[in-house]
């Protein structure tokens, strides 16, 4: 099956700055890519995705890559605030397929 | 904005013990999900049910997991027999079509397990 790889773990940036979050996949016919925000005590929420006929997609603050040939993913994070200190979760999955390969997690805190 | 809401947000249960942890999905969605998350480690699929049934399933979910909708709005988890590795988060999601693949999720059941 599908394995999602995330790094780093924890990432620590002071606001204003920039972060961003890398992610892999292992197998080649996934084709959804989503990012999920998971602040303390909440559930995971969906802020952004990609599918695979595209390379990149923006909404306002946030970007996220693909490289299929590669076969990862990043998420970028632009002028961060203190707001954006949460869980950032990746994931990959086939249309269809019904199951969501989620990675471990990365732990992003902004420094004031 | 509509959401899927989950019951109980915590439970403490002795091993053995039968859970049941309950789920309602948004309104016109069809497609369900349940996932876990064992502290520290990722968020694992569990089990996704549409149309009455169950339409895909991990290994993690054995016979000692069952799912069901027993009326038009909840969604249930049941563990028959607790084990203490059962203790995790598990996480509720529905979908209203698997080809654009948007799952919400609601904000999870903490299970412990003694």
């Known amino acids: 099956g599908e394995n999602v790889e995330q790094h780093p773990s924890t990432l620590s940036v002071q606001e204003g700055d920039s972060a961003v979050i890398k992610c892999t996949y292992s197998?080649?016919?996934?084709?959804?890519f989503p990012w999920y925000k998971q602040e303390l005590g909440k559930g995971p929420q969906l802020i952004i995705d990609i599918r695979s006929n595209v390379g990149e997609k923006k909404d306002q603050r946030i970007a996220v890559t693909l490289n299929k040939t590669a076969k990862h993913f990043s998420l970028h994070i632009t002028e961060t605030q203190p707001e954006d200190s949460a869980v950032y979760f990746c994931a990959a999955m086939i249309y269809g397929n019904n199951r969501l390969a989620f990675g471990k997690g990365n732990q992003v805190v902004v420094i004031p | 904005e509509p959401e899927v809401t989950q019951t109980p947000s915590h439970q403490v249960t002795q091993m053995g013990q039968e859970v049941i942890l309950r789920c309602v999905p948004i309104?016109?969605?069809?497609?369900f999900y349940w996932y876990r998350q064992i502290l520290g480690q990722k968020v694992e699929f569990l089990v996704s049910f549409y149309n009455n049934e169950i339409s895909e399933k991990s290994e993690i979910f054995d016979d000692q997991f069952s799912v069901e909708r027993p009326d038009g709005s909840n969604f249930t988890l049941k563990i028959r027999s607790t084990k203490l590795e059962d203790s995790a988060m598990y996480f509720c999601?529905?979908?209203?079509?698997?080809?654009?693949?948007?799952?919400?999720f609601g904000e999870g059941s903490r299970l412990t397990v003694l």
């Open positions: 309104s016109n969605h069809l497609y």
């Open positions: 197998d080649s016919a996934s084709n959804y």
């Open positions: 999601a529905s979908s209203g079509d698997i080809f654009t693949g948007e799952l919400f």
